[in-house]
């Protein structure tokens, strides 16, 4: 006879875990949903309804995008389009560093591959923030700093993209590529007309990384950029928090901006090229 | 991946710290500070020149074309940097080491820290004929280690500010402007507590929450130092008894609900318009807002601590050349301006009024329109007491601006709670690893 | 994350056997090619890396050996360990370290074990699972900057937080301005958004793990208990190991809600590793002692990390008796 304590398995779906499972989902998204309708509705509401907590506190009386005018209308909408222009630039020049490197890591033969790919393993297992203080004086140095270059170059040198795309090549049958260099393609035309085609998921996994590390990016900006019209939307959000606490209500309309942008990305990512495989980030 | 393949790597990568090693360690030359073989020329030189400040862009550019007039030859390219950021934006710029910017605004207490580490240019002998201008604390402010280093174009003070409503309701006579009725620190805490039960939403507020700038005059006004003693004070003083008891005083002052906390000094000003304070210690800078205030207000003295020193909060900002400037002529000739012609160019163009570093400047300011009403006249004569007799300007040290930083954040967590002797003591032995350095 | 395909390998070789009656000078031609090509190929990601990662690494050291006045105009002064010397004296410094090491050792296994329940939680079988990963994991989707608003917020003593915590009939907590529980504060503020993240990787672990090994566990009368130590956990190593390191390295680190919300205090109860760093290096000016912290903050982070890798992969040896 099986103790009846026990969550024994069973065929049908438990309903304590169910219910388990519902409050840890509630717990998680709660916050979330407060600063969605925080970001609807005006500050001095969201003061008016901090403490005691009722229905009140997650739900706004009216629903208004004011905030998000506000908001997009001042500088911090100009630093999300540097954010975009940034990350954008950062996918772009990252893919191409990082499916060339990748290719020539696993599909081409030399001599001291294995230390160049220990090489490329090392160099990220070095978080970026421990160098940031570092090459950001290097960069001062070299005049990058308050520049469009110098918030995109560390973004583009990303060992785990690498990793990542050298891994989906690996897979594909090295018959492709024997029948493409006997027909007498160069290596050039191989990767872009046999591999890239090939490679859709692992390169939108890659663009993912490369995106979402340079869109979540703070330190780094922080430290190289002092010119607030050239600044990226995480600082630029973080500065108004400081000034204006009392606006509430632009600090989390800023906040949902901030996140969209990336859930959006992962969405359609997941439609189109689906079994994502959410790949880390820079946090 | 094995042994062979990470040898390699590393040879690598020690190939590579050539390449980071010549670009590091290295430095340019550090510009030289001290030569007298420059002098400020009497025609104007064709140039330009770039200013660093925290000034808002728009309120300078009045100053500079009234600079354009008397100096037409002279090109002005101001630019505007957050006050939090100013201080680590010089830091890069300076670093950088070329002639942008040319001159800077430089914090007063700051800049014998600024000089000792080559960030100026000594200016004693072309600015040694105008030294009789200023008022003695700001002069004495640009002054280190014998030379000068920067030229006072404002200079401030404090006031007691008070919302007539409130202090009435809560039953208290309104306090007079009178100097020899100033009030002291226990009266206006008293009258505090009494405003608050009357239902004002704060007892009292300072302008400069949790900043040396406003919260010195309290341990000296009880007999304690400034902070520092000792050769070049460099010898931290902050655990002494007057220090105790005055942190001991501010703590209960939020303990006690009579102070907020949670109004940055970027929002202390409109707390106050707001109208739920009853008492403010502020700047001058706060009467041009008070003409648009809802409610009746009034001035007083700066309070002090019953039995002990009356002292008042100083200093404003400074101009400095930067070392590496190049274009030193024309930019002495600009801080010139700013700070000796007509009084002080800056401070007389400023729309908002600055309270000026020099007597002759004083008397315009004091024609301005913000003192026409009854209270701003009392204003005035209250400005013009403190700042000839009650100023001490903040600690003169090397060390200050890792003093200012430490000893900020140790009053923020007194407001926050923590007990005063330990956050002093933890503040103190910070400043001695802090100051080591320099000793 | 990391599935080996080390079938692949075997093919090559193959390949090239049944192509290998080419006469040595084509086969060299060929290698030639295949070399120049890797060059170029390999070119823009080997200067990226070696100048944005090898480079500030090696100038960090180097610079740890001068000391210079404050502000960086002064030319610097070789004094060799002079600055490690000088920290390892300061007693702020040291607690700083211990700080910083203390937290790690709480929060990294703590938000691993956390994630790794909710993973089984949400593998189980229960109603519309998909519906609560992804409500768990949408706060991963918000950058810690929005994490750092929405909590501080939360958090203040006339915030929402304290009104449940008073609704419950407890007294409102401090939080963020209390030296005792604002690095408390910052862990929640780090685990809200980290902790669906890793989940994700873990369940994606979980799925791997072939259903033979549970249905063995079945017959064999095991309770759920004993087959997730017995069978799960051994079985998920490569992703647990994963993610602890993924997720010391991220909190080794960590910046950004100290800098926006604490600035290192109540009485530099949050001051950590990183913070400290940036604060010698920006606000002092120091930036020959930063760097000597910045030296000092990367070794201890490696030592972490390989500490994991050795706990994680002997414990695999020693429960698989192979290497």
Not at chain 2, 181 to 200: I, Q
Request: glycine share 8%; proline share 6%; hydrophobic share 45%.
């Amino acid at each position: 006879m099986t103790a009846v304590r026990r969550r024994t398995r069973s065929e049908r779906r438990s309903i304590l875990l169910t219910a388990l499972a519902v409050v840890v989902a509630a717990l998680f998204i709660l916050p979330a949903l407060w600063l969605l309708s925080g970001s609807l509705r005006p500050s001095n509401e969201i003061f008016g309804t901090l403490s005691p907590v009722t229905w009140r506190t997650l739900v706004p009386s009216e629903v208004s995008l004011g905030n998000y005018l506000a908001l997009l209308s001042g500088p911090f909408g100009r630093s999300i389009l540097i954010s975009f222009a940034v990350c954008f630039l950062t996918v772009a020049i990252g893919l191409v560093v990082s499916a060339l490197a990748a290719y020539a890591l696993s599909v081409l033969r030399f001599r001291g591959r294995g230390a160049v790919f220990a090489f490329v393993v090392i160099s990220f297992m070095v978080p970026f923030e421990a160098i940031a203080i570092p090459l950001s004086q290097l960069f001062s140095g070299w005049g990058l700093t308050n520049t469009l270059l110098g918030l995109v170059l560390p973004g583009i040198g990303n060992g785990l993209a690498i990793f990542n795309l050298r891994q989906h090549f690996l897979s594909i049958p090295t018959s492709y590529r024997e029948a493409a260099t006997v027909d007498g393609a160069a290596e050039p035309r191989v990767l872009w007309s046999v591999y890239l085609p090939l490679g859709g998921a692992a390169l939108a996994n890659s663009a993912l990384l490369i995106f979402l590390g340079q869109w979540s990016a703070y330190l780094w900006p922080l430290l190289v950029v002092s010119d607030s019209s050239l600044q990226v939307a995480p600082v630029a959000l973080a500065r108004t928090f400081g000034e204006y606490t009392f606006d509430f209500g632009q600090n989390f309309a800023g906040a949902i901006v901030l996140s969209v942008v990336p859930a959006l990305m992962m969405f359609v990512l997941q439609r189109f090229f689906g079994g994502l495989e959410i790949a880390s980030g820079e946090k | 991946m094995n042994r062979r393949h990470v040898l390699a790597a590393a040879s690598g990568i020690a190939a590579l710290a050539l390449v980071g090693a010549c670009s590091s360690g290295g430095s340019g030359d550090s510009g030289d500070s001290g030569d007298a073989d420059w002098s400020i020329p009497d025609t104007d030189p064709t140039a330009t020149i770039q200013v660093l400040g925290h000034q808002d862009a728009d309120g300078i550019q009045e100053v500079i074309d009234a600079f354009n007039e008397d100096h037409p030859t002279i090109t002005v390219e101001y630019e505007s940097v957050p006050f939090d950021q100013l201080n680590s934006v010089l830091d890069a710029r300076i670093g950088n080491q070329d002639g942008n910017p040319d001159v800077f605004w430089a914090d007063q207490p700051r800049i014998p820290a600024l000089a000792a580490r080559g960030y100026m240019t000594d200016i004693t002998d072309q600015f040694a004929a105008d030294t009789g201008v200023w008022d003695p604390a700001p002069l004495a402010s640009g002054q280190y280690d014998g030379r000068m280093w920067a030229v006072p174009i404002a200079n401030s003070t404090q006031l007691l500010y008070y919302n007539v409503e409130l202090v009435e309701a809560a039953g208290d006579p309104l306090p007079s402007a009178a100097i020899e009725d100033r009030m002291t620190w226990e009266e206006v805490t008293e009258r505090a507590a009494n405003a608050v039960e009357a239902g004002a939403t704060n007892g009292l507020l300072f302008g400069q929450v949790n900043r040396y700038y406003q919260l010195q005059p309290l341990p000296m006004s009880l007999g304690g130092s400034a902070g520092g003693t000792g050769d070049d004070l460099l010898t931290p003083d902050v655990t002494s008894e007057p220090w105790v008891q005055a942190m001991e005083w501010y703590g209960e002052l939020f303990a006690e609900g009579l102070s907020p906390l949670g109004v940055t000094p970027e929002q202390s000003d409109a707390e106050f318009l707001t109208g739920n304070t009853a008492y403010m210690v502020q700047g001058p800078w706060l009467l041009p807002k008070l003409t648009d205030a809802e409610f009746e207000w009034g001035v007083a003295p700066h309070p002090y601590f019953e039995g002990g020193e009356v002292v008042t909060p100083t200093g404003s900002w400074s101009l400095a050349m930067s070392a590496f400037s190049d274009e030193r002529e024309a930019a002495a000739i600009f801080m010139r301006w700013m700070s000796v012609e007509h009084g002080g160019g800056y401070a007389a163009n400023y729309a908002s009024p600055e309270l000026p570093a020099s007597p002759e400047g004083k008397e315009q300011y004091f024609q301005r329109d913000v003192f026409d009403s009854d209270a701003g006249q009392l204003a005035a004569e209250i400005i013009d007491f403190e700042t000839s007799n009650t100023a001490v300007p903040r600690l003169q040290t090397v060390g200050f601006v890792e003093f200012e930083e430490i000893i900020g954040r140790a009053f923020s967590d007194v407001a926050n709670g923590a007990d005063p002797a330990a956050a002093l003591e933890s503040a103190s032995s910070e400043l001695e690893t802090a100051w080591a350095q320099y000793r | 994350m990391s599935r080996s395909s080390s079938a692949v390998s075997a093919a090559p070789s193959g390949a090239q056997r049944r192509l290998g009656a080419s006469p040595a000078p084509r086969r060299q031609l060929r290698r030639r090619k295949e070399l120049f090509w890797a060059v170029v190929f390999l070119a823009p990601a080997l200067v990226a890396i070696g100048s944005l990662r090898i480079a500030p690494t090696i100038s960090a050291v180097v610079s740890s050996l001068y000391s210079g006045f404050p502000g960086g105009v002064r030319p610097p002064v070789f004094s060799g360990f002079d600055n490690y010397l000088d920290l390892w004296g300061n007693e702020a410094f040291r607690e700083t370290v211990l700080r910083t090491v203390v937290f790690n050792v709480i929060i990294n296994p703590l938000q691993v074990a956390i994630a790794l329940l909710v993973a089984v939680l949400m593998t189980r079988r229960i109603a519309a699972p998909g519906l609560w990963r992804t409500l768990v994991f949408i706060p991963a989707v918000v950058p810690i900057v929005g994490s750092s608003i929405v909590w501080s917020i939360a958090l203040r003593p006339d915030g929402p937080v304290n009104a449940i915590i008073t609704a419950l009939g407890g007294r409102p907590q401090p939080f963020l301005t209390s030296p005792d529980q604002a690095l408390a504060s910052i862990m929640l503020i780090a685990s809200w958004i980290g902790i669906g993240y890793w989940m994700i990787f873990l369940i994606s672990g979980l799925r791997a793990i072939p259903s033979e090994y549970y249905e063995a566990a079945k017959l064999d009368r095991a309770g759920p208990i004993r087959t997730f130590f017995q069978i799960t956990i051994p079985l998920l190593k490569r992703p647990l190991l994963f993610v602890l390191v993924a997720d010391t390295v991220a909190n080794f680190v960590l910046f950004v809600p100290i800098q926006m919300l604490t600035n290192g205090g109540p009485q530099n109860s949050t001051t950590m590793q990183m913070f400290n760093a940036y604060r010698t290096t920006y606000t002092y000016s120091s930036k020959n002692l930063g760097a000597a912290e910045v030296v000092i903050l990367t070794i201890i982070m490696l030592v972490f990390v390989a500490l994991q890798f050795r706990l994680l992969r002997d414990d695999d040896r020693a429960a698989k008796g192979t290497s």
